[in-house]
């Protein structure tokens, strides 16, 4: 009898712990999704990192930008309650397609290379790849998110390599970032213009060219006025924090000096930067 209690005793407490579970610390949605009815977030990371995202039965592409993943667990009673994985999977790509998405690729049958789906989404002037997958057994207990924005990593460039590039005879691409189809500097790309300023303080003497370049998107001529605008913007954020204007001149390229292919994304973004020489 005792053991039988005991027993019971054990079992009672597991459903507790299970109705308790709470998001594991520091985790969240991400601001595109709610999660599926009764299910916690067990784990999360995000990063700059390369994912693999299945496009085909048997084809895989890899994407590079920050990824947000999060492995989300079930907390309710387990038998008929249990989603199965088209639950799951329609309940993301609702949300998707209602943001305007699209899917590219599911399977939800358990075949050897995936099982999930891979769907692609426009949203905050970027592109978005989002994964759902490792569903686990079908009805579902656990499954995985995966969101990356398409991106190139932040630039990490400090003033004395710059200066040492600039010696050597070479140029030094930037990847600052503006607003869409202006010459506003992003706050994201602050430290750029912080290390600029710092090399040309360190280094009295030096004078340099700043050179605007785009993507192909739009028109050739308002490619050429954007290029010319985003190296004077430059210019001008470096004026207010003390270098003199006739240290500085400036020239616009438009889009007629790629450094990669213009007929993708990532390609584009590479693209859509200032390059600083010295004269």
């Known amino acids: 009898m005792r053991k039988l209690v005991l027993l019971l005793i ?111 989404l426009k949203a905050d002037g970027k592109e978005y790849w989002v994964s759902i997958h490792d569903l686990g057994n079908n009805p579902v207990d656990y499954y995985k998110i995966t969101i990356l924005a398409l991106e190139e990593m932040e630039q990490v460039i400090e003033a004395n390599r710059m200066f040492e590039q600039l010696e050597a005879g070479t140029s030094v691409a930037l990847h600052i970032n503006f607003e869409t189809g202006k010459s506003t500097i992003m706050p994201d790309s602050q430290h750029i213009i912080d290390e600029l300023a710092k090399m040309l303080k360190e280094n009295s003497t030096l004078t340099i060219l700043i050179e605007g370049h785009t993507d192909n998107v739009g028109s050739a001529a308002s490619n050429q006025q954007l290029s010319e605008q985003r190296a004077e913007s430059v210019k001008k954020a470096l004026v207010q924090k003390g270098i003199s204007a006739h240290r500085m001149a400036t020239i616009g390229f438009g889009q007629s000096r790629p450094v990669a292919d213009n007929g993708t994304d990532e390609g584009r973004a590479k693209n859509r930067r200032v390059e600083i020489r010295k004269i």
């Open 10 to 120: 054990l079992f009672l407490s597991g459903i507790i712990a299970r109705a308790q579970a709470t998001d594991s610390e520091g985790c969240k949605d991400h601001p595109f999704f709610n999660r599926y009815p009764k299910f916690y977030i067990q784990d999360c990371s995000e990063n700059y990192d390369e994912v693999e995202f299945w496009i085909s039965d048997d084809k895989a592409i890899k994407k590079e930008g920050t990824v947000t993943r999060i492995l989300y667990t079930y907390d309710g009673p387990y038998g008929p309650n249990l989603p199965s994985r088209l639950q799951i999977i329609k309940n993301y790509e609702n949300a998707i397609l209602s943001k305007g998405g699209k899917k590219i690729y599911s399977d939800i049958s358990g075949g050897k290379n995936f099982t999930g789906a891979t769907f692609t």
